[in-house]
Nanobody, 126 residues
Framework: QVQLVESGGGLVQAGDSLRLSCAASVRTFSRFGMGWFRQAPGKEREFVAA????????YYADAVKGRFTISRDNAKNTVYLQMNSLKPDDTAVYYCAANSAVGEPVTVAEYKYDYWGQGTQVTVSS
């Protein structure tokens, strides 16, 4: 069983930064592609960023490109989402997800992710 635990959310002002972390309880973490998604109130969950198992491939939603950075530390079984220049529109519950299919390229498709965390709230005030 894979457990993903997000942390680092909170209440910040527009223009501030936050770093989200997602710790995975699985020895094969280094083989998993990882992604971050978010869900704002009244909206569907949407893709934010993804990273390949090696960390060499990343992909971002247009809404966060240039402001957010996804990274991972396989020695710590952790993936990060550095969020800079936050905007009120970034307010959402942020979820990390794991894609256990070996060799998969980075993907934005929710159905490709097998495991999900419980989410962490990010609120950006104007």
């Amino acid at each position: 069983q894979v457990q993903l635990v997000e942390s680092g959310g909170g209440l910040v002002q527009a223009g501030d930064s936050l770093r989200l972390s997602c710790a995975a309880s699985v020895r094969t973490f280094s083989r998993f592609g990882m992604g971050w998604f978010r869900q704002a109130p009244g909206k569907e969950r949407e893709f934010v960023a993804a990273i390949t198992w090696s960390g060499q491939g990343t992909y971002y939603a247009d809404a966060v490109k240039g402001r957010f950075t996804i990274s991972r530390d396989n020695a710590k079984n952790t993936v990060y989402l550095q969020m800079n220049s936050l905007k009120p529109d970034d307010t959402a519950v942020y979820y990390c997800a794991a894609n256990s299919a070996v060799g998969e390229p980075v993907t934005v498709a929710e159905y490709k992710y097998d495991y999900w965390g419980q989410g962490t709230q990010v609120t950006v005030s104007s």
